[in-house]
């Protein structure tokens, strides 16, 4: 049998597990215990889904199985919102910027920094989902509203942003970016860096 954590093989030893069920249920146990959280698991090459976990669970171990688990810990989540804290932080500055570069035909360094945006709020949404798994970011909030509220908040603005930059009218991108982007963008810095 062989086991890999993302990635990484690591050397296990059974204590009278039977089932798969029994391996998975053990692995839980193991993650509790050191603030983590499987969000991901193969068995055999094939990835192992919500609907499939039950029967799978149930089959013998036959010893030849090739168990690979993503696993994500609260300790990589917290890192990932400082390292996100921090980037907001700049990409608040940039933002700023942006209403002039592209007055001044620096377009390249204002679409820089919007890709920057999006895969910033990508990123951030990413660990924020997984934040879910630890009860200590439950009670995070932005501006009053937990994560999914701010966002639902944000999206009709960030949308306004995509339609004028794609009618290169600069007036709104400018306007949006300083007065509806970096605000938002600091108060999510903010409260990262509170944590």
């Known amino acids: 049998m062989e086991f890999y954590i993302n990635d990484e093989k690591i050397d296990v030893s059974l204590e009278g597990e039977k089932t798969i069920g029994d391996v998975l249920k053990s692995l839980e146990m193991t993650c509790q215990q050191n603030e983590a959280e499987v969000i991901g698991i193969q068995i055999d090459g094939e990835k192992i889904t919500a609907e499939t976990f039950d029967e799978v669970s149930e089959k013998e171990l036959k010893g030849t199985e090739k168990f690979e688990f993503s696993v994500i810990t609260k300790k990589a989540v917290f890192d990932s919102f400082k390292r996100l804290a921090e980037l907001f932080r700049d990409l608040s500055a940039k933002m700023e910027s942006v209403p002039l570069e592209l007055q001044t035909g620096r377009d390249k ?87």
């Open 109 to 195: 360094e204002a679409h820089s920094a919007i890709k920057t945006l999006a895969d910033s709020i990508e990123d951030f949404c990413h660990v924020a989902t997984l934040s879910s798994l630890f009860e200590d970011f439950t009670e995070i909030k932005i501006n009053e509203m937990d994560f999914s509220d701010f966002f639902a908040d944000f999206q009709p603005i960030l949308k306004d942003f995509e339609d004028a930059l794609k009618n290169n009218d600069t007036v709104t991108v400018g306007d949006l970016a300083e007065y509806e982007i970096c605000p938002r963008l600091i108060s999510i810095a903010e409260t990262l860096e509170k944590m």
